[in-house]
């Protein structure tokens, strides 16, 4: 489906990940110029050079839980590009798990500052730029747990609900500016993210990666009716739509990918 976006441009913060490797490669696909920043030069130049081009790609180290970094990688990106019309923020990471009584201020405080500040501070950077064209989009990653806590991950659950509440909270301001806020909510992707946690699960109970995955999903995702992890594309052609002009309708919205997951209306 033609999105209507060719030669548009976008900025996909934690873009070595597996979502926002896919959904570079969903945007370069119908036309966008694409940056891609994350934390790990290394793996940025790796995830760049898996993407099949038809469209520029660049690509732009930036460490986001520095509080500065975000408006130096507005002016990195105002260098490499000019003015963006697309911002996916990716950006974030699971953090310590465990029950409260076993995390300290510190397993939250690294969290929210990556999965929620680091957010805040790319959105508020590059602002000014997507307010100012009259078409404009933003997209937030967020996740399941954003609406459905679950008791052993509390430092993510709290930085994703305060994330999907700000998204929710910016979209009323801007839309009449043709910026439209939204945001993704998947469950369990096949990612480097969840390989790390099932390797670690695997690790625990003495099996392999794929047992820790289907017993994962037995003991702890149940509403997952399709029964396996979702991939990364999955996610990103949600994201690619809501970045395009066939989305043109929808604003403050929050798309679940997740086979189920949320046991809820």
């Known amino acids: 489906m033609d999105l209507g976006i060719s030669g548009k441009k976008a900025l996909i913060t934690g873009g070595a990940g597996g979502i926002g490797r896919a959904t570079a490669q969903a945007l370069l696909d119908d036309g966008v110029e694409v940056v891609l920043s994350d934390q790990d030069p290394d793996q940025l130049d790796r995830a760049v050079a898996s993407l ?28 490499t590009v000019g003015d963006i019309d697309i911002l996916v923020n990716g950006a974030g990471i699971t953090g310590p798990t465990g029950a409260f009584h076993e995390l300290d201020d510190d397993a939250f405080t ?77 469950a ?8 790390a946690m099932m390797d670690q699960r695997a690790e625990e109970e003495g099996g392999t990666r794929d ?24 996610v990103a052609a ?13 604003n403050g919205s929050n798309y679940r990918v997740d086979s189920g997951s949320v046991a809820t209306i």
């Open 52 to 79: 099949t081009v038809s469209s520029s790609v660049h690509k732009i180290a930036a460490d986001l839980s520095d509080v500065a970094a975000a408006e130096r990688l507005a002016r990195e990106v105002a260098l």
């Open 110 to 186: 690294d969290v929210l500052t990556t999965n929620l500040l680091s957010a805040l501070r790319v959105t508020r950077a590059f602002l000014p730029t997507l307010r100012g064209r009259g078409w404009g989009r933003i997209v937030f990653v967020n996740s399941e747990d954003a609406v459905q806590p679950y008791d052993d991950e509390l430092p993510y659950v709290t930085a994703k609900a305060g994330l999907l509440a700000f998204a929710k909270g910016l979209s009323r301001t801007y839309a009449g500016e043709g910026l439209l806020v939204n945001s993704v909510s998947p």
């Open 188 to 195: 369990f992707i096949n990612t480097p993210m969840t390989d």
């Open 211 to 234: 047992e820790a995955i289907a017993s994962f999903l037995e003991e702890e995702r149940p509403y997952m009716e399709l029964g396996r992890r979702g991939e990364p594309e999955e």
């Open 238 to 250: 949600v994201i690619a739509f809501l970045c395009s002009d066939r989305a043109s309708f929808v």
